[in-house]
């Protein structure tokens, strides 16, 4: 099996950007720690701060966020990060090539109940002849992507990452090593298992609620099939599934807030997720347009997804693009 470096190098992958994905294993190494010695550690439950989203942190969702912040701007070839914890982008060293944005700890309302999450990342390159730091460096569409990826922590810790030419995974060994384990990862074409959350069923589209419906009617319904549902409040870990046996997820745009389009991170999640997905020949799409050729207006911007196995995704547009 091979290191993970190593493997990268074989690739002729930029050897600067080798060292990137390196230091930002080394914030995840440590993130696994913490998570595995949970209540152990003094790192569970929720804290008395709100991130930028209103959103309720939990104790471990400020730790990760702090080690990834003090990892990555330890490194000289880092620009800035940019956090879904964080109100603004942080940055580092004025000399820096990189642009690093990340969800510290996806699905972090598993964490006190032992159910997996994990860690997104993207990486972007500074925009040439741009010397002022700001938010605005990082507003790039997600086709300007260097690599993309994400770590489950899980019963074992798994790197899925592209660098632009597929998907690898690799899982972290008791050495400390990230190793190769599955090699050019392909979603498979079709597939009879979707992930939404149907609590939410009365607020979407209508166009939205039929598809779903047709779904649940299996064999009897026009689709001609049984489907199977699944929900893990983990994007991270409704994508792994995806990555390793096909299906679909979707967060659609609900009427709760009309104003905005989603529940998901364009930057943070929707991107990074959006590029694997594609890498592996899958479909990444808001249900009217792929989602990788957003403009990004700030970088909280949120984004309705629906992501997964191609036909599926497909199927699903296609049910948008009827007339109700």
């Given at each position: 099996m091979q290191l993970l470096s190593n493997f990268l190098?074989?690739?002729k992958i930029d050897t600067e950007l080798v060292e990137l994905i390196d230091t930002l294993m080394l914030a995840c190494k440590e993130i696994a720690l913490q998570l595995r010695e949970g209540e152990l550690a003094g790192v569970l439950g929720i804290s008395d701060n709100t991130n930028i989203q209103g959103e309720t942190q939990k104790k471990l969702d400020i730790i990760s966020n702090e080690i990834l912040?003090?990892?990555l701007l330890d490194n000289p070839l880092v620009r800035g990060v940019a956090s879904e914890e964080e109100d603004h982008a942080v940055f580092g060293n004025p000399e820096g090539r990189f642009l690093v944005t990340f969800d510290p700890l996806d699905g972090s309302s598993n964490i006190d109940i032992n159910v997996s999450v994990g860690t997104i990342f993207s990486v972007l390159e500074v925009p040439a002849?741009?010397?002022?730091?700001?938010d605005s460096l990082f507003l790039q569409?997600?086709?300007q992507q260097l690599a993309a990826g994400y770590v489950l922590y899980g019963p074992h810790a798994v790197l899925s990452?592209?660098?632009?030419d597929g998907v690898n995974m690799f899982t972290l060994a008791h050495t400390g090593d990230f190793l190769l384990t599955q090699e050019d990862v392909t979603v498979p074409e079709t597939t009879a298992e979707f992930a939404i959350n149907m609590s939410n069923q009365r607020f979407w589209e209508p166009a939205m609620r039929n598809y779903i419906d047709d779904l649940l009617a299996g064999t009897e319904?026009?689709?001609a099939q049984n489907y199977n549902m699944r929900w893990i409040a983990s994007m991270v870990a409704e994508v792994h599934r995806i990555l390793t046996r096909g299906g679909l997820f979707?967060?659609?745009w609900d009427s709760r807030d009309p104003k905005k389009p989603g529940k998901l991170r364009l930057m943070y999640e929707g991107?990074?997720?959006s590029m694997l997905i594609e890498q592996a020949g899958g479909v990444s799409s808001t249900c009217y347009q792929r989602i990788m050729e957003i403009q990004p207006e700030h970088i909280h911007q949120r984004v309705s997804v629906a992501l997964g196995s191609r036909e599926e995704v497909k199927a699903l547009v296609e049910y948008h693009q009827k007339p109700e």
């Open positions: 190098k074989h690739k912040k003090k990892v002849g741009e010397h002022e730091d700001s569409p997600g086709t990452l592209t660098t632009g319904g026009p689709r979707t967060y659609p991107n990074p997720m």
